[in-house]
């Protein structure tokens, strides 16, 4: 697992893109500039690294976008020791992120495959979420909740109750909802029963899976 300076310059690069598409919160471009994106695809492919697109990776998922990973943090504008709740934790990369910024993380993911492979492989990065969990997203975690924030990393057909639920009072979801494209739709838990809603634009997910097996 190495990470040279090519690399670092690379990731330099990469920051300097998301900083021209809008991403302006600095701990997140100091997180892109730290975490080696190379090592979470196979090494066949790390050309493809640190290009601002998704990827594929085992089990037909992806490694998202940069700028997606970097919008979705920015928004929710992580404040250190917060509680985060993860749903998808796929390739980790967004775990990490979440972490260099300073998150207690709870992650979720319900592919058995990506799940025991991303939780042996983060640690050895350094990266050791509060918990790592394999179970259905769309329940999310209520023996841990209440959380400040819940960052969802795939695309929901509609807006999981548990989550909202699991929220605290003025905290925040962040869930893309649709079925092909997904509108990008933060939720901000005003009261015990009231959520103010705000939609933030298209963007491209893997689905959310529920659980089958």
């Not at 040279?4 to 990469?14: E, W």
């Not at 601002?52 to 940069?66: G, L, M, N, R, V």
């Not at 050791?128 to 909740?145: E, T």
Request: charge should be positive.
């Amino acid at each position: 697992m190495k990470d040279t300076a090519k690399h670092q310059g690379l990731r330099n690069q990469l920051a300097n893109v998301l900083l021209a598409k809008g991403i302006t919160d600095q701990n997140v471009l100091n997180a892109i500039k730290k975490i080696p994106r190379h090592l979470f695809i196979d090494s066949s492919f790390e050309s493809h690294a640190y290009q601002d697109k998704a990827f594929p990776i085992a089990a037909e998922q992806t490694i998202s976008q940069p700028y997606t990973v970097a919008f979705q943090s920015q928004t929710l504008a992580v404040k250190n020791g917060e509680k985060v709740l993860e749903i998808g934790t796929g390739s980790g990369y967004q775990t990490a992120v979440l972490l260099e910024l300073k998150a207690e993380v709870y992650s979720i993911e319900r592919q058995h495959e990506l799940f025991k492979k991303t939780s042996n492989f983060l640690p050895k990065l350094g990266y050791k979420p509060k918990r790592f969990v394999f179970g259905d997203g769309y329940k999310g975690l209520p023996a841990q909740a209440p959380f400040d924030k819940i960052i969802v990393t795939a695309g929901a057909p509609f807006v999981p109750k548990p989550l909202l639920s699991q929220l605290k009072v003025g905290g925040m979801l962040l869930i893309p909802v649709g079925d092909k494209t997904q509108i990008m739709t933060l939720f901000v838990r005003k009261s015990a029963t009231q959520f103010e809603k705000h939609e933030l634009g298209d963007f491209a997910f893997v689905p959310m899976l529920e659980e089958k097996n």
